[in-house]
């Protein structure tokens, strides 16, 4: 099958890993005989720097055109040292969401059993964690009205959602969790926020045709704690835009690196799938970058695409490299491969993997034939 593919690789360590990415999916086209047509187009800082805009015209039309997008990352100090500029890259990001009808993120939390020691968190807490967040994404105070008086001594941002807004989402959670293990959690702050008690509200109705599913609620603050005392507890999140934002990086700790943590935003055309880990412009064009996040984020799309065996191969293939050790120095310290060969063992062991089990003595010494 023939796919077209928009590539943002976007800023920092974006088109670093974007790179690895690209090379689990090419090996994927060998082995089952599809066929991904890639178009790059700019988004971010180096959108601005070449146009003066964080997101083209032209790119928004590559990725309408296009089966599903493959994002990087965005960001540069220098908007990120300067709170004030009028043109950010992050802008970039917000108007994809909006201009494609992305209103779902998907992000997978998973303790894997090798790397659990690498979390700041005890092994007997987080063994066994398996999270699916469902953030909504366009709405809430992100994309609400704002306001700064006059005398620039009060600042207002509204935060509205619709019932609409709220179903949409709902009803892709409660399909999610009805192929796990049946439960989701609200997050919300339905003490407080009249938007929290509409999302309550609704979520409660919707649930009476998901009779198969549990459903219960957690204040934000309850569950930002309950994500670091017990973890495991949770199948499907489901929240709004701000407490989404905040519950999922803090969830990124658990897997032991932010660099394994791909996510998905959907809606009702073209999806964009990306690791969360941000440019990290510290790293860029050192060839350090954990590569994982976004090769992960490449199985996420060839699910979104029905290619269910080919995601499964990346995912193994992941899960051997960890086996091996075949990853960055933010996992692996003492002995640690670069970005590059972190993706040249992935793609390796997707077209060969009896070979690359074989050969990994001659990989680790970065002597092997195959590579």
């Known amino acids: 099958m023939k796919f077209n593919i928009a590539v943002l690789a976007g800023d920092g360590i974006g088109p670093e890993v974007t790179e690895q990415a690209i090379k689990a999916l090419d090996a994927i086209a060998d082995v089952f005989d599809h066929s991904f047509v890639y178009t790059n187009a700019l988004v971010g800082a180096c959108a601005i720097d070449q146009t003066g805009n964080p997101l083209p015209d032209e790119t928004i039309e590559i990725c309408k055109e296009s089966d599903a997008v493959l994002f990087g990352a965005i960001g540069h100090p220098k908007y990120d040292n300067d709170p004030s500029a009028k043109v ?26 090798r790397l659990i020691d690498n979390s700041p968190l005890k092994r007997e807490i987080i063994s066994g964690t398996d999270i699916s967040i469902y953030r909504e994404l366009t709405g809430g105070i992100y994309f609400g009205d704002k306001h700064l008086s006059e005398d620039g001594q009060v600042a207002t941002d509204g935060c509205s959602y619709s019932v609409e807004e709220i179903s949409r989402i709902t009803h892709l959670a409660f399909k999610e969790a009805q192929n796990r293990r049946k439960k989701i959690t609200l997050v919300d702050k339905a003490n407080v926020l009249e938007t929290s008690r509409l999302w309550r509200k609704t979520v409660t109705e919707i649930a009476k045709d998901y009779a198969d599913v549990e459903l219960d609620f957690l204040f934000v603050d309850n569950a930002a704690m309950q994500m670091i ?116 063992f992935i793609a390796d062991f997707l077209t060969h993997p009896e070979d690359t089990n074989r050969n990994f003595k001659n990989i680790h010494m970065g002597q092997s034939t195959i590579i």
């Open 229 to 344: 005392l017990n973890p495991s507890q949770f199948d499907v999140i489901l929240t709004e835009n701000l407490f989404g934002d905040i519950i999922s990086d803090e969830a990124s700790v658990i897997g032991g690196s932010i660099g394994l943590l791909a996510s998905a935003s959907v809606g009702s055309t073209v999806g964009m799938f990306e690791p969360i880990h941000g440019s990290f412009p510290q790293a860029t064009g050192k060839n350090i970058a954990n590569p994982l996040a976004s090769i992960l984020s490449a199985a996420m799309m060839l699910r979104h695409l029905d290619l269910h065996k080919e995601a499964a191969a990346i995912e193994n293939a992941v899960e051997k490299s960890l086996e091996l050790g075949i990853t960055t120095g933010d996992i692996n310290p003492k002995k640690p491969f670069t970005t590059a060969k972190v993706g040249d």
């Open 88 to 113: 950010r890259p992050e802008q970039g990001l917000l108007k994809l969401r909006k201009s494609l009808g992305l209103f779902c993120n998907i992000r997978p939390v998973k303790a894997f059993d």
